[in-house]
Nanobody
Framework: QVQLVESGGGLVQPGGSLRLSCVVS????????IGWFRQAPGKEREGVSC????????YYTDSVKGRFTISRDNAKNTVYLQMNSLKPEDTAVYYC???????????????WGQGTQVTVSS
């Protein structure tokens, strides 16, 4: 059974940085995309970034380009999201996810972690 466990959230001041981690277990090579999503209070969940486990190709939503970096360590079955220059509007619960039908347009993700809270505030 596929399991995803996020960590690394917290409270940070505007302009600060955080690195989120997602440990994935129980998956087959068919789960080739791992994605990060976020959901702010009162808003719909949105895709933030995703990465191919095979070749490391990365994709980002426009609002985080140049500030966030996704990476993977296949030996540790871990995907990271380095978040720099954080803004109050980045405040949300962040989830990692995967799925056999996952796409780079953030559709088809069927397995989700429990989420980690990121709060950007002074």
């Amino acid at each position: 059974q596929v399991q995803l466990v996020e960590s690394g959230g917290g409270l940070v001041q505007p302009g600060g940085s955080l690195r989120l981690s997602c440990v994935v277990s129980g998956f087959s090579p068919d789960y080739y995309l791992i994605g990060w999503f976020r959901q702010a209070p009162g808003k719909e969940r949105e895709g933030v970034s995703c990465i191919s486990r095979d070749d490391g190709t990365t994709y980002y939503t426009d609002s985080v380009k140049g500030r966030f970096t996704i990476s993977r360590d296949n030996a540790k079955n871990t995907v990271y999201l380095q978040m720099n220059s954080l803004k109050p509007e980045d405040t949300a619960v962040y989830y990692c996810a995967t799925g056999l039908k996952a796409t780079i347009s953030f559709a088809g993700y069927s397995h989700w972690g429990q989420g980690t809270q990121v709060t950007v505030s002074s």
